[in-house]
């Protein structure tokens, strides 16, 4: 099979420059253009690995201590009828699992340390069909949660900052106090630390409490529990689950997904997603337009050889097109060359970094400050194959005009000085 002309002379331009000071100008000019558009290509490509990384490990990490849809009332008082709305919500073909909770604010004191603390009162035996715990809480540690002994499950970096560890006790401050003849005074519980948990997402690790349920509503006073958790089949689907429950469920309550939880912060990764897109891809569109002086300056240098094609009989549209060919190849190879090197980062980035952190002496990711401590990474279709084409229209756009100008060359005025 024959290749076409244009495509051969195209290819040959995009290689050949060595002959002469001035190619070799040009196809170090040439060099330059595929390098940018392959770092700006392998650029998008990470940081948006990165990005996408970021959120679902923090995401993943927060579903371990949260559940995916929470029913409650209004006031926060107890449920008027937790078995029915259990029951009901049980019903519902996308739900996995159902358990009832007790969610306070109080403070816990160690000595002269006090902290504010989210105080959750859980049933052991259903907990685990709610939350993921194989990565924050063993279910040994839950079962050391008996009625009326109140212990308690501190996350790590609470236990932490209390200065405790497991078999230390805690004073645990209920919010509403006790009148007496003296006033108001606060009603306190000593609680036993039976464990810890380490879920990774510093918000929880550093705030969160569990207790017995039974002991809970001793200690509130409450007559039953708060809240329902459930787990569904799909998170995605938590949204439309929620709605629809809340038309299905008796009774005056409310009902929340892991959405509406950390919205704002979920909305901010989403909104810096979509600007750093459109950021680097401007680094991306400027190594592409470099192509416009490469072309021109390869146009100007072949003005003899388009006018001789052009006597042998070339159309202006084969000459347009042995140039277009050559753009597009800097820009085919670039962009390859900046899908592989941006994926080859982007899925061993978990080694690479630690590596220069380790290298520097230094941390990229303090952990009270992005929740998470080590640099994930996602690489998806849905962002690699929006990138590359892009990157393959920009470099192709940038050839056009180029392209035309040397369709516009007149043989009889480039030949006059040769």
Known sequence: MQIPYELALGWRYTRAGRATRRNGF???????????????????????SVMNGFQKEVRDRMLSVVAHIEIFTPQGDALPDPSRTLQEARRHPEVLGAAPFIAVQALLARGDTMKGAIVRGI????????????????????????????????????????GVRTGDPVTLIAPSG????????????????????????????????????????RIFRLEGPTGIRLRIRDLHQAREVAQQLA??????????????????????????????????TLIVAVAAFNLVSTLVMTVTDKRADIAILRTL???????????????????????????????????????????IEQAFHASFLPKDIYLISRMPSDPQQGDILPITLISLLLAFVATLYPSWRASRVNPAEALRYE
């Open 123 to 162: 049933d052991p035996q259903r907990e685990p069909e709610v939350a993921d715990l194989d990565s924050a809480l063993k279910q040994e540690v839950l079962q050391r949660l008996v009625p009326g002994q109140f212990g308690i499950v501190l996350g790590a970096d609470l236990a932490r900052s209390l």
């Open 313 to 355: 009989g070339a159309s202006p549209a084969s000459i347009m097109g042995i140039f277009v060919v050559q753009g597009a190849m800097v820009g085919v190879i670039g962009t390859l060359a900046g899908l592989v090197l941006g994926l080859a980062i982007a899925c061993n980035i978990d080694v690479i970094v630690p590596a």
């Open 26 to 48: 040009i196809s170090f000019i040439s060099g330059v253009s595929m390098l940018g558009i392959a770092l700006g290509v392998a650029a998008l490509i990470i940081v948006l």
């Open 178 to 217: 006790q009148v007496t003849p003296a006033g108001v005074v606060p009603r306190l519980k000593q609680m036993t630390v039976v464990g810890t948990f380490d879920s990774g997402h510093y918000e929880y690790d550093s705030t969160l409490a569990m207790l017995h349920i039974e002991d809970a509503q």
């Open 247 to 280: 038309g299905s469920l008796s009774g005056d309550l409310l009902i929340s997904d892991w959405t509406r939880q950390n919205k704002s912060w979920f909305a901010a990764v989403q909104l810096e997603k979509r600007m750093m897109f459109i950021i680097l």
